[in-house]
């Protein structure tokens, strides 16, 4: 299909949320979540969500500004929220945001925020076009514009 055949799709499409629970293998000795994990779970939820998005493989390109907020330990629920920020010809931005919550009192908290970059490829490996993003409400509008900006500002 070329580029010009690529229907537009909504970020609503293609939006994955990914949960785990805290395990001690997942952990320091202290019980505490090793950053790594949550990044290796956050690019998982990234990959669907950009693979679901491209209708095929995607491969991680970059990871840019991951922030941890919060730590989460033993037991603990992660929910991982993935969406689609902007297209470009064969790459996309994925924003993913963790939280946690304690399974006593449900309350969530923030955990981690984090851009991932994907790009699409073929079965040879090669890079291959992507849809566009269909904006249709403010939070869509403003993730793509950030977008735009976050990828100015990277080739510069």
Not at 48 to 75: E, L, M, N
Not at 114 to 127: E, G, M, P, R, W
Request: aromatic fraction near 6%.
């Amino acid at each position: 299909m070329s580029e010009k055949q690529l229907k537009p799709k909504s970020p609503a499409i293609s939006e994955t949320i990914k949960t785990e629970v805290v395990c001690p293998n997942d952990t320091n000795p202290m019980g505490i979540l090793q950053g790594g994990r949550l990044v290796q779970w956050m690019d998982i939820a990234a990959a669907v969500c950009a693979q679901t998005h491209a209708d095929g493989i995607c491969v991680t390109a970059s990871i840019d500004t991951v922030r941890f907020y919060y730590s989460a330990k033993v037991g603990e629920i992660l929910t991982i929220r993935a969406k689609i920020t902007r297209a470009f010809t064969t790459s996309m931005e994925i924003m993913v945001e963790a939280s946690v919550r304690n399974v006593f009192d449900n309350t969530p908290r923030p955990l981690a925020h984090a851009y991932f970059t994907f790009v699409a490829i073929d079965d040879q490996a090669q890079k291959r076009a992507v849809p566009a993003v269909a904006v249709s409400n403010k939070e869509d509008e403003r993730n793509f514009n950030e977008a735009g900006i976050r990828r100015q500002n990277a080739t510069q």
